[in-house]
């Protein structure tokens, strides 16, 4: 696998990606090699120096890779290739992403249910449209809990930016939000850091379960499952049946979610849990479309849920 520039040890995304592929070498016997971006000027040569090496497949971990994957794809037909959170259209790539907006909507729920304020915030890594499905997803579930909900939004422009993150988040708390859900890679490691010297605060983690980075302190985490996607990938080309197309993965289908609050139960107390069930029911059956656009979020109506 090629990391993006968060590389391994980001506690977030790539290290998700990397625990699928562990798994694989577990369970399955794989050999497994990972090539670390530094920059995105490594991703076409690391893609380039595994495909020379002939794999039965290659994951590229995130969207910045898309481009370049597209290429390397193009030039080496008989080569698999999978990409997580983009489309690559070549008939060599499997493309899996996932419903963000389903685990971000349950996060903004639960933190609008857990304000004290009636205010909260997002902070996000880049502008994209990636990440606008998290801001969307998280911003409607407010609403659907509390319409009064003011939910302040800001980016870091990076996803490896641990110090821009930590500041950001202070000054989203410092302007009165009392949660802030992080969907920021690497950078959401500072929004970790400066929730832990906050009394009554908490951040929200993302794409791993963040729990306990600082225990008591991250509400909870919108688990994706990458890890669960990589080892699913991988078993296929075991059993000689590479997957190939475009795989979207949601609360459904148990790729999206959160974590199992073992640290924050207690304070989230049993009528909030009950309702947030309630509410991840009706995004399982359909009742609830959690937005996944800004236009989506703006148009989203609360749904009445008995």
Do not use: C, W
């Not at 990972?34 to 290659?58: E, G, T």
């Not at 073992?262 to 609830?288: Q, S």
Request: net charge negative; aromatic share 8%.
């Amino acid at each position: 696998m090629v990391t993006d520039v968060g590389g391994l040890g980001d506690r977030s995304f790539n290290d998700s990606a990397y625990r699928g592929l562990l798994a694989s070498q577990a369970r399955l016997g794989a050999y497994i090699q990972v090539l670390q971006s530094r920059s995105a000027a490594d991703y076409q040569p690391n893609l380039s120096a595994l495909s020379n090496l002939r794999f039965d497949m290659i994951y590229a971990i995130g969207f910045l890779m898309s481009r370049d994957l597209d290429e390397v794809a193009q030039a080496n037909p008989s080569q698999h290739y999978a990409i997580i959170d983009a489309v690559v259209p070549d008939p060599n790539v499997v493309s899996v992403t996932f419903k963000e907006e389903d685990g971000s909507f349950l996060a903004g729920a639960l933190a609008a249910m857990m304000s004290r304020t009636h205010h909260i915030a997002f902070l996000g890594g880049q502008d994209i449209p990636l990440l606008e499905k998290f801001e969307a997803g998280f911003v409607a579930g407010a609403r659907e809990v509390d319409p009064r909900t003011r939910v302040d939004v800001k980016y870091v422009g990076s996803f490896d930016d641990v110090a821009a993150g930590k500041e950001l988040t202070d000054l989203l708390f410092d302007d009165g939000a009392d949660i802030v859900y992080a969907a920021a890679g690497k950078a959401t490691l500072g929004a970790i850091d400066s929730v832990k010297q906050r009394s009554g605060d908490y951040v929200i983690g993302v794409d791993s379960d963040q729990d306990a980075l600082a225990p008591g302190k991250i509400l909870t985490s919108m688990v994706k499952k990458v890890n669960v996607a990589v080892f699913d990938v991988a078993r296929a080309i075991q059993l000689g049946h590479p997957l190939t197309g475009h795989l979207v993965l949601g609360l459904k289908q148990h790729a999206i979610g959160l974590t199992d609050f073992r640290y924050t139960k207690a304070a989230i107390g049993p009528a909030r849990l009950a309702r947030l069930a309630r509410i991840e029911r009706a995004i399982e059956d359909g009742r609830i479309s959690p937005p996944y656009t800004r236009a989506g979020e703006a148009a989203f109506r609360p749904v009445p849920l008995p």
